[in-house]
């Protein structure tokens, strides 16, 4: 299992991320979208209205190289801020569109290398880990 159970139920729970791309000159894109964790596959799948068009699509495709944050403050007295980034490679994928929805059928999927947590998991408070290994740090 890659993610830890607390971190999948976090990531059920929320339906807004910033993903980060790589454009072709090196610089970063940061953009809000909507996923969904896919627990056959253990990877977050991003979906979105017109993706195959989109800057994020073509940079995916373009060299592969992402990472996803879900965030949120459930409460501000006490304060209480849970992190999930997810750091990985991901592959664009063309299933079919729904275009009542204006879905084009694409998607991005992102298959996690590092996973960095805080405020989720209740065994500790913030966790480091690459996939291949599951050690924390």
Do not use: W
């Not at 339906?15 to 990877?43: K, M, W």
């Not at 994020?56 to 990472?67: H, L, M, P």
């Not at 965030?71 to 569109?97: H, K, M, W, Y």
């Amino acid at each position: 299992m890659i993610f830890t159970e607390a971190e999948i139920a976090y990531l059920e729970g929320q339906n807004l991320g910033r993903l980060a791309t790589a454009q072709p000159d090196g610089t970063l894109q940061a953009s809000p979208v909507g996923f969904a964790y896919n627990a056959e596959l253990e990877t977050i799948d991003v979906r979105g209205h017109g993706m195959a068009g989109s800057r994020k699509f073509k940079n995916v495709a373009d060299n592969g190289r992402v990472a996803i944050v879900v965030d949120d403050i459930p409460s501000f007295d006490p304060l209480v801020v849970r992190c999930l980034e997810v750091r990985g490679t991901a592959e664009t994928v063309q299933g079919p569109a729904d275009p009542a929805l204006g879905d084009d059928g694409a998607l991005i999927r992102i298959h996690p290398k590092r996973i960095i947590s805080f405020g989720v998991n209740e065994e500790f408070d913030m966790a480091k880990r690459n996939t291949s290994n599951r050690t924390v740090g």
